[in-house]
């Protein structure tokens, strides 16, 4: 199973981005699926996950009501929409998907939940 994310970038803060997730090997219709963010010298953390195949979306705090996770079946591609974009969003933004169709909430929002992880792809915000 291979992850590809794609469609980070510099932007000024205000600005919208979209990731991209494309997926070989593993089928995100059959997969819960999040994306997490890194900054150097910081851990990893939960961004936005889809936990189950039907089951609604969830978000860290500081993204809530900004950011937009979805997945599209036909290219079984994960996507991050992202709104209004912070300098504090900079960082190195990472895929995930898990062998299992549904996470409970706390699965969700940890790297432990996860089985197959993409490259990673930096977003970097200016002021």
């Known amino acids: 199973v291979q992850l590809q994310a794609s469609g980070g970038g510099l932007v000024h803060a205000g600005d919208s981005l979209r990731l991209s997730c494309t997926a070989s090997?593993?089928?995100?219709?059959?997969?819960?699926a999040a994306w997490f963010r890194q900054v150097p010298g910081k851990e990893r953390e939960f961004v936005a996950a889809?936990?189950?195949?039907?089951?609604?979306?969830n978000y860290a705090r500081s993204v809530l009501g900004r950011f937009m996770i979805s997945r599209d079946t036909a290219t079984n591609t994960l996507n991050l929409q992202m709104y209004g974009l912070k300098p504090e969003d900079t960082a190195v933004y990472y895929c995930?998907?898990?062998?299992?169709?549904?996470?409970?909430?706390?699965?969700?929002?940890?790297?432990?939940?996860?089985?197959?992880w993409g490259q990673g792809t930096q977003v970097t915000v200016s002021s």
């Open positions: 889809l936990r189950g195949t039907t089951s609604s979306a």
């Open positions: 090997g593993r089928n995100f219709r059959n997969s819960a």
């Open positions: 995930a998907a898990s062998e299992r169709q549904y996470l409970i909430l706390s699965q969700a929002q940890t790297e432990a939940g996860y089985d197959y």
